[in-house]
């Protein structure tokens, strides 16, 4: 109980200081080579060719954030890597709290009754919705650790929580991985994407996995694609090293699928602007149709909608 009290004090700080701990010693443009390997950047982790704009942490991996200043207005603080609505309960307004295990500003709670499920356990001292408060609360074997910024069950709050084949605590979420960073893999290999440890590439006869065929030989990682003619025709184009379905509305050639949705597939729209044809303006499932409602039937010889068509009653 003593811990507990303890931790209510210091709730607000905890936030703040341990975020700010975690990436004061990610994203440096120059990271420590802690293994000996000019591949093995402490704070790169680019293998895949997926980039990792804003930096590396060890302790969180790739980051989009390193200060508030990275962040857009709807989300302005950096807390562990990530953009979030608060840090602590001052930055809430009136009546509301900072609940840490998502860092956002919500009703404060006097009751366990008041807490969402992935938060359960009301601190009514501070208003604030938690998943834990010690280890004793965190009751799945494979969880069994509380951890003291985001105050949610997991497999770990630091390394020493975790076992040899995956000797890495990823604060973000909790769980134990082979690797965050291509610091921690041995000399001649990268952290994946996967968190795992790959080695890496002077050749394309290097990569051996049939979904990243092509070296890139400027990071010594293999990846799907370097240009167009990687790619097969099911995803013709190469953006950011991954091969797409499509990137720009341009790419999609079909007419009745011309708008490009999440560069994964082209489809016919995905909201009405999209649906030039007149006789079909409305966008209702991905497909341009003449109605989904009566009101869309101007026509008063054809007042009614059915199966999203115009008739008469």
């Known amino acids: 109980m003593a811990n507990v009290r303890l931790w209510k004090s210091w709730l607000v700080a905890c936030v703040t200081v341990a975020a700010t701990a975690v ?26 060719g997926e980039k990792c704009a804003a930096g590396c942490s060890p302790t969180l991996g790739c980051v989009e954030c390193s200060a508030d200043e990275m962040c857009p207005a709807s989300a302005p603080f950096c807390v562990l890597g990530r953009c979030e609505a608060c840090q602590t309960t001052a930055q809430c307004g009136t009546g509301k709290a900072c609940f840490p295990h998502k860092f956002t500003c919500e009703p404060v709670c006097a009751a366990n009754g ?10 009514p001292s501070t208003g604030v919705c938690l998943g834990c408060l010690s280890n004793t609360d965190c009751t799945d074997a494979k969880k069994p650790i509380c951890d003291p910024t985001r105050r949610q069950c997991g497999a770990c709050a630091e ?5 040899a084949g995956q000797p890495v605590c990823d604060l973000q979420k909790g769980e134990c991985k082979e690797c965050l960073v291509d610091g921690h893999c041995p000399p ?21 996995d049939a979904g990243k065929p092509v070296c890139n030989v400027a990071e010594n990682s293999c990846v799907e694609c370097l240009a167009n003619a990687d790619c097969g025709a099911a995803a013709p184009i190469c953006d950011g090293n991954n091969c797409r379905v499509c990137v720009t509305n341009g790419d999609c050639t079909n007419p009745q699928t ?18 030039k044809d007149p006789l079909s303006p409305i966008c ?21 909608c059915e199966n999203q068509v115009c008739v008469a009653p």
Not at 24 to 29: Q, R
Not at 258 to 275: Q, S, T, Y
């Open 159 to 163: 390394n020493a929580d975790c076992g």
């Open 188 to 208: 001649g290999s990268l952290c994946g994407t996967d968190a795992k440890c790959h080695s890496a590439c002077t050749s394309n006869a290097d990569c051996k």
């Open 284 to 304: 209702k499932g991905e497909v341009c149709v003449q109605c989904d409602k009566d009101e869309h039937c101007t026509d008063p010889a054809k007042p009614k």
């Open 114 to 123: 008041d807490c969402p499920g992935e938060a359960p356990i009301c601190d």
């Open 23 to 48: 990436l004061a010693s990610a994203c440096s443009s120059d990271g420590d080579n802690t293994s000996g390997s000019s591949n093995n950047n402490e704070n790169t982790c680019t293998f895949g």
């Open 258 to 275: 011309p708008v490009c949705k999440d560069k994964n597939e082209c489809v016919g729209c995905l909201g009405n602007a999209d649906c």
